[in-house]
């Protein structure tokens, strides 16, 4: 039997009700914060500023030529050699959908990650993806948007998520236990997997001007994580405390489900 509360069907009925009041309240909340989103300010850069403000821009001209003046790109934490990340590549796997539509609203979508291209193009065609990936392998693209982080900055304490973090010495990084083993599955360890973040910043290109326009990190991906939306309208929601007994089984990549 289950322990979850139950009710007759008024109940049910009557609580649903009054919880639509609420969705429909955080859905106008949600587009507020869109219009927010969209009213900030554009950080541009031109050929006299840093050179290191120019690497965005390098993809931007790739998107014009297809007539996007548009872009946003993801920021995968895969490590320098894939097998990528189990959890983002649940989040990729949603992205060979909407890309095409959001491409018809003039928005380019680009992964970005720092294994080399070769590494990335086979797991792409392992994981039968289609979205245009690019290697930032010899750039700083993921570190200067605050994707990736050095040992150094790792050790005297990183920023991300637009905040400090506390000093996270390798020393006391776990080598045993479902951390180590979650690393484990993407070929490195502990430290080296937090040193790739998961992030994603969007661009706009207007009169051979190229600009920053957002940036978002950590849950403020969820929204865009499509399997995350299906979880958090079934019955036990997206059941974390299975991530905490068993992370292996938690998520794995679409090829490795019923091998065992």
């Given at each position: 039997m289950t322990?979850?509360?139950t009710g007759m069907r008024d109940e049910w009925l009557t609580e649903r009700i009054s919880l639509l009041a609420a969705?429909?309240?955080?859905?106008?909340?949600?587009d507020e914060?869109?219009?927010q989103r969209q009213e900030l300010p554009w950080s541009g850069w031109t050929s006299t500023m840093p050179s290191r403000r120019k690497r965005a821009a390098r993809l931007l001209p790739t998107s014009s030529a297809g007539a996007r003046s548009c872009l946003s790109t993801t920021s995968c934490s895969a490590p320098t050699t894939p097998p990528g990340c189990p959890a983002c590549s649940a989040i990729a796997d949603g992205f060979n959908g909407f890309a095409i539509h959001l491409a018809n609203h003039d928005v380019m979508l680009w992964a970005v990650s720092r294994a080399p291209f070769d590494k990335l193009q086979a797991y792409k065609q392992r994981m039968g993806w289609s979205f245009p990936w690019?290697?930032?392998n010899d750039s700083d693209f993921n570190f200067d948007f605050d994707a990736s982080l050095t040992e150094e900055q790792q050790?005297?304490?990183?920023e991300y998520n637009f905040r400090a973090?506390?000093?996270q010495p390798r020393e006391e990084a776990p080598t045993e236990g479902p951390f180590a083993a979650w690393a484990a599955t993407t070929g490195t360890?502990?430290?080296?997997?937090?040193?790739?973040r998961p992030g994603m910043s969007s661009f706009a290109l207007e009169d051979g001007v190229a600009y920053h326009t957002y940036s978002t990190?950590?849950?403020g991906l969820d929204a865009l994580w499509g399997m995350y939306q299906w979880l958090d309208r079934a019955p036990r929601g997206r059941n974390e405390t299975r991530a905490e007994d068993d992370p292996l089984n938690f998520f794995r990549r679409h090829d490795e489900y019923g091998r065992d």
């Open positions: 322990r979850h509360r969705e429909k309240e955080l859905t106008r909340r949600s914060l869109a219009r690019a290697s930032s050790r005297s304490g990183p973090e506390p000093p360890d502990w430290p080296t997997y937090t040193r790739e990190y950590a849950r």
